[in-house]
């Protein structure tokens, strides 16, 4: 690629052609400070936080958005920009309600730390109106609490440009200017499929899931309850991002034993239950391919994807599997087969689910996912509340020692940890599919071309004589692409996994937040994904079919994939919904 150079605060920089200065004074160790800019989401130069002096030009430019000439001179620290910047935060901030000692995001806000940073202070602040706001709390699983928006947008561009739904837009014009649904609906009255992908993108405050850390310690206190938690594969990848560690850290030993010290009678692991879905999706699969079943056939753990599926795609319901998610198979096993184990009355068990998504919160609430006559979950707490929890009870993360799940819902293979990336259900699915259908060993276990970041992902395998086709799809404006592709006979599969958020589960929309400085400059996917790929390479049993905790389960309780009490238990039901219809 053809390089040009520039100088910036007088040193030459040499960077591609087509490079903003922003980009291009990256390359030479200089950040400029952004608020509204999100790389390819949300380039729209608005906040002018990032501006910069370029010599020729008569004012101040967007260094996000501007690019870069041959011979260009650009200053990024004169005494003219630092001002600027430090006027338009005193701007935003006259019209904020600043309640930083009781904000959620205080010392993660990227709002905070560009005042901090840029050195300004509450002296020197403007007082004035401030636009009415609203707190909107209408949805399951967020709330929107707009006197702490600062209108950069990236929720709007990320809800429309990334998820392809659109639900959320500006209100009014001018100073009355406000983020919400059309006509001032609550979110909760619209298609929000509640993927949260919008919280994850909010540089403050204004977007935050709906918090069940009380009601989780109080259940916790309750010496009439057993309460047992589950963590789902992708929170171990990221948990440790709130304690300080690079992303990409593997904290699953440190979590079980936070877990264990806030109180938790049992520990398990979702990827026990991924590995019983596996069992039970694998056999629906070959079911449908024997008998004539509907293809393709779409994976259902993902709870964001189900709900876009019921209001965008009501009429491929019946491709979707009708296993429950991992989440709430776990749920149901736990108030069943080991409530029954353990002796313990169903009614007195609190499951509680770690899961690095927000649509889980909605999901527990679904009908049809109280196998036993009670919910099959009752608190879904996202990546960010279990951080929350171990901080409120002081608990020193980083010294904790790495601790073992308990038995037998803590035991898994290597094919239900990489559940939590994009591709990872599909190339669990096909180990346990290839070999109960040739009934020969798989001679290799990785199936490298579902693997990987990209929106989607195509491949065919020979299998006992068929050639199966197969799709991977992550983030919904990905998903709808792919499913139009289908419904329009342009493409053709046998099997097709889809997830709600881009990159899979590591992505979620309840994972701790990183600041669009990060997210514009690392593959945060890619990198939480390698965590559950190393583990999984790592494991002994990489198989599902041969975890012998599942194994167990369906030679003592469960009878076969597919029997009576199996379906009763682990498989669902969809609706068909219309837009606007929650
Ligand atoms: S959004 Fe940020 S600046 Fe605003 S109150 Fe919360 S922590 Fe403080
Ligand atoms: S939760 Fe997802 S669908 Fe709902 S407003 Fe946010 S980004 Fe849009
Ligand atoms: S809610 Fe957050 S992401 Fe959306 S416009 Fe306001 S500050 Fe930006």
């Not at 979707?320 to 749920?331: A, D, E, N, T, V």
Request: proline share 4%; charged share 25%; net charge negative.
């Amino acid at each position: 690629m053809e390089n040009i150079t520039i100088k910036i605060n007088g040193m030459e920089v040499s960077a591609p052609k087509g490079s903003t200065i922003l980009e291009a004074a990256r390359l030479a160790h200089i950040e400029i400070p952004t608020l509204c800019f999100l790389k390819e989401i949300n380039e729209i130069g608005a906040c002018r936080i990032c501006v910069v002096e370029v010599k020729g030009a008569r004012s101040l430019v967007a260094s996000c958005v501007y690019p870069i000439n041959p011979g260009m001179e650009v200053w990024t620290n004169t005494p003219k920009v630092l001002e600027s910047r430090r006027k338009t935060l005193q701007l935003i901030l006259s019209n904020h309600e600043r309640k930083c000692l009781s904000c959620v995001r205080s010392g993660n806000c990227e709002l905070q730390k560009l005042c901090k940073e840029l050195g300004v202070t509450d002296e020197d602040r403007y007082e004035g109106a401030k636009t009415p706001s609203t707190i909107d709390d209408s949805a399951v699983h967020m709330i929107r609490d707009n006197s702490k928006c600062i209108l950069c947008r990236r929720c709007v561009a990320v809800c429309e440009k990334v998820q392809g739904i659109g639900v959320i837009g500006a209100n009014q014009r001018g100073f009355n200017t406000e983020i919400g649904s059309a006509f001032e609906m609550g979110l909760g009255e619209t298609s929000c499929v509640s993927c949260g992908q919008c919280i994850a993108v909010c540089p403050t405050g204004a977007l935050r899931e709906k918090d069940s850390t009380d009601a989780v310690f109080a259940a916790i206190a309750d010496p009439s309850k057993h309460v047992i938690v589950q963590t789902a594969p992708a929170v171990r990848a990221a948990l440790g991002e709130a304690f300080g560690y690079p992303i990409g850290t593997n904290v699953e030993g440190k979590m079980v034993a936070a877990l264990r010290r806030l109180g938790f009678d049992k520990v398990f692991d979702t990827d026990f239950s991924a590995d019983l879905t596996i069992m039970e999706e694998a056999h629906e699969f070959i079911e449908r391919v024997q008998n004539g079943g509907v293809l393709p056939m779409i994976t259902s753990c993902s709870p964001g994807w189900i709900k876009y599926c019921e209001h965008y795609f009501p009429d491929m319901t019946e491709n979707l599997s009708s296993c429950k998610s991992p989440q709430q198979m776990f749920g149901a096993i736990a108030k069943s087969y080991y409530a029954e184990k353990a002796g313990i009355d169903p009614k007195d068990i609190v499951s509680v689910s770690v899961m690095p998504c927000t649509a889980k919160k909605f999901e527990i609430g679904r009908d049809d996912q109280d196998a036993n006559g009670v919910p099959d979950v009752d608190f879904a707490l996202t990546t960010r509340e279990l951080a929350r929890m171990i901080e409120r009870v002081g608990l020193k993360f980083t010294e904790l020692p790495d601790e073992e799940y308990d038995a037998p819902l803590g035991l898994s293979t290597g094919a239900a940890v990489i559940f939590g990336a994009t591709g990872g259900v599909m190339e669990a699915a096909l180990r346990t599919a290839v070999e109960t259908l040739t009934g020969e060993e798989l001679a290799a276990l990785d199936f490298t071309e579902v693997r990987g970041v990209e929106g989607v992902k195509e491949a065919t395998y020979s299998v006992a004589g068929m050639d199966v086709k197969v799709a991977v799809a992550s983030g919904l404006g990905n998903a709808r692409t792919l499913l139009n592709k289908v419904k329009s006979g342009e493409a053709n599969y046998h099997f097709i996994e889809i997830m709600g958020c881009p990159g899979g589960c590591v992505n979620g929309g309840g994972q701790p937040q990183q600041p669009g400085s990060v997210r514009n400059t690392v593959d945060i996917r890619a990198l939480r994904a390698k965590v559950l790929y190393d583990e999984d390479a790592g494991k002994p049993i990489r198989k599902s079919h041969e975890n012998p905790a599942i194994k167990e389960l369906y030679a003592s309780y469960l009878g076969e994939p597919g029997s009576e009490k199996a379906h009763h238990l682990l498989h669902t039901t969809y609706v068909k919904r219309k837009i606007n219809e929650i």
